[in-house]
């Protein structure tokens, strides 16, 4: 498994023939300079944890351009099938979506979930979820974007039915978990084997680097990559 960070909450999951976009929010994204068409290369899929904007991001102009299917919760393919999305595959907690190469199943996250609408009204895109795909072609790889969310106690849950081996976990504080109670739930509620930690950096009310958080999750393997890097898995 292939896994590219782009900044905030934005990754590049590669497994057999599958190139999963998770929350591509590439464009308007300080921290990424790249291009969303080198970004999005070859994608087959993009998947979303929940409906703002800093996670919907170019979802639709990558759809568009790829053909990728989107997975997302009901009202948030709706959303976008309204914008142009033509290729889409609702969801949602607790239901699995089978596909060629890899397995996706949407999970709790203690977080919101809206577009602000011309005239400044939010409108509602559902509930917010983290997301696990489990590979097909790389064995016991199984991999939960924690999405933006709080710890909880059902992450044990999370846990026990899914097994995940690695954990992308959102650590800036102010909207999710601060580096303490992210290391906490990475502790308490997993035996990861890899940790990437996400949502910081990106904006000032939120943690400008990981450090805090690898200080927190000291003997844990956490990996801080580089954007636009790929890592393996």
Same mark, same amino acid.
């Given at each position: 498994m292939k896994v590219t960070w782009f900044g905030h909450s934005a990754f590049r999951v590669e497994t057999g023939n599958a190139v999963i976009m998770i929350d591509p929010f590439l464009s308007g994204n300080p921290t990424w300079d790249g291009s969303v068409e080198d970004a999005s290369n070859g994608a087959t899929h993009v998947v979303l944890t929940h409906g703002h904007s800093d996670h919907i991001g170019d979802t639709v102009d990558i759809c568009k351009a790829t053909g990728a299917v989107l997975i997302a919760n009901f009202e948030i393919c709706m959303y976008l099938? &309204?914008?142009? !999305? +033509?290729?889409?595959?609702?969801?949602? @907690?607790? #239901?699995?979506?089978?596909?060629?190469?890899?397995?996706?199943?949407?999970?709790?996250?203690?977080?919101?979930?809206?577009?602000?609408?011309?005239?400044?009204?939010?409108?509602?895109?559902?509930?917010?979820?983290?997301?696990?795909? &489990?590979?097909? !072609? +790389?064995?016991?790889?199984?991999?939960? @974007?924690? #999405?933006?969310?709080?710890?909880?106690?059902?992450?044990?849950?999370?846990?026990?039915?899914?097994?995940?081996?690695?954990?992308?976990?959102?650590?800036?504080?102010?909207?999710?978990?601060?580096?303490?109670l992210a290391a906490m739930a990475c502790r308490k509620f997993f035996g990861f084997d890899t940790i990437i930690p996400c949502h910081y950096g990106t904006f000032p009310i939120i943690d400008q680097t990981a450090d805090k958080f690898v200080a927190e999750a000291a003997g844990l393997n956490v990996v801080v990559p580089d954007r636009g890097i790929a890592v393996d898995l």
């Open positions: 099938a &309204a914008k142009g !999305v +033509e290729n889409f595959s609702p969801g949602n @907690h607790g #239901g699995t979506q089978s596909f060629d190469d890899f397995d996706v199943s949407f999970v709790q996250a203690w977080h919101s979930s809206s577009e602000i609408e011309d005239g400044g009204r939010p409108l509602y895109l559902g509930n917010p979820a983290g997301v696990v795909v &489990a590979s097909k !072609v +790389e064995q016991g790889k199984v991999l939960y @974007h924690m #999405g933006d969310t709080d710890i909880f106690s059902d992450m044990g849950l999370i846990n026990e039915i899914y097994g995940p081996t690695v954990g992308i976990v959102p650590i800036g504080d102010r909207f999710t978990m601060g580096a303490k």
